[in-house]
């Protein structure tokens, strides 16, 4: 089981740090991602890191103001978001990719493990 959060609301230029963590099992050996979803809108990747945190990619969305990082000692993966605009309000949701390899994608069928979501809000 993943378990995301760190979630609230912000107004709009400010940052928030999501937290992925997993129960159950040990997260430092699968690739994790970052989507987001509001309802009646397309689920979009934002961003994902390889299990050796050495491949990372990201959403143009999302360049240039978020970063993805991992910590497999707490078996934690983080996504900072700065600069946060009325376009990123949505749900985020981390995923894993449990076939164990060293990249990452934003397609989220290649994704078996969800968190439950954490909601992020920008607004003034």
């Known amino acids: 089981q993943l378990v995301d959060g760190g979630g609230g609301k912000v107004q709009p230029g400010g940052s928030l740090r999501l937290s992925c963590e997993a129960s159950g099992f040990t997260l430092r050996y699968y690739a994790i991602a970052w989507f987001r979803q509001s309802p009646g809108k397309e689920r979009e990747g934002v961003s994902c890191?390889?299990?050796?945190?050495?491949?990372?990619t990201y959403a143009d969305s999302a360049k240039g103001r978020f970063t993805i990082s991992r910590d497999n000692a707490k078996n934690m993966v983080y996504l900072q978001m700065n600069s946060l605009n009325s376009e990123d309000t949505d749900t985020y949701y981390c995923?894993?990719?449990?076939?164990?390899?060293?990249?990452?994608?934003?397609?989220?069928?290649?994704?078996?493990?969800w968190g439950q979501g954490t909601q992020v809000t920008v607004s003034s």
């Open positions: 890191i390889s299990i050796s945190g050495r491949s990372t």
């Open positions: 995923a894993a990719d449990s076939r164990g390899r060293d990249t990452c994608s934003l397609d989220w069928y290649e994704y078996t493990e």
